[in-house]
Nanobody, 126 residues
Framework: QVQLVESGGGLVQAGGSLRLSCAASGRTGSSSTMGWFRQAPGEEREFVAAVSGEMTYYADSVKGRFTISRDNVRNTVYLQMNSLKPEDTAVYSC?????????????????????WGQGTQVTVSS
């Protein structure tokens, strides 16, 4: 059974930084696509970032501010979030696909992911 556990969320002022971690355990593929999604109150869940091998993908709203990375030894994916804005406030969830997707359409699609973490709250105050 695959388990994803996020950590690193919290309260930060606008302009600040946070680093989210997602540790994967169980029968995970070391090369499978991993991603971060977020859901703000009253909003639908949206794509944030994904990593497939050496390829990374970002939503336009976070490009240049967020960086996704992966440690295959620790089976952990990270999301470094800089220059945070109040509109970044949301529950952030990591996700693991059953395979690797190099096409951005699939890497950015929620339907591509088979496993999800429980989420971690990020709150950015103005």
């Amino acid at each position: 059974q695959v388990q994803l556990v996020e950590s690193g969320g919290g309260l930060v002022q606008a302009g600040g930084s946070l680093r989210l971690s997602c540790a994967a355990s169980g029968r995970t593929g070391s090369s499978s696509t991993m991603g971060w999604f977020r859901q703000a109150p009253g909003e639908e869940r949206e794509f944030v970032a994904a990593v497939s091998g050496e390829m990374t993908y970002y939503a336009d709203s976070v490009k240049g501010r967020f960086t996704i990375s992966r440690d295959n030894v620790r089976n952990t994916v990270y999301l470094q979030m800089n220059s945070l804005k109040p509109e970044d406030t949301a529950v952030y969830s990591c996700a693991l696909a059953a395979t690797i997707y190099y096409a951005s359409f699939f890497a950015k699609s929620q339907a591509s992911y088979a496993y999800w973490g429980q989420g971690t709250q990020v709150t950015v105050s103005s």
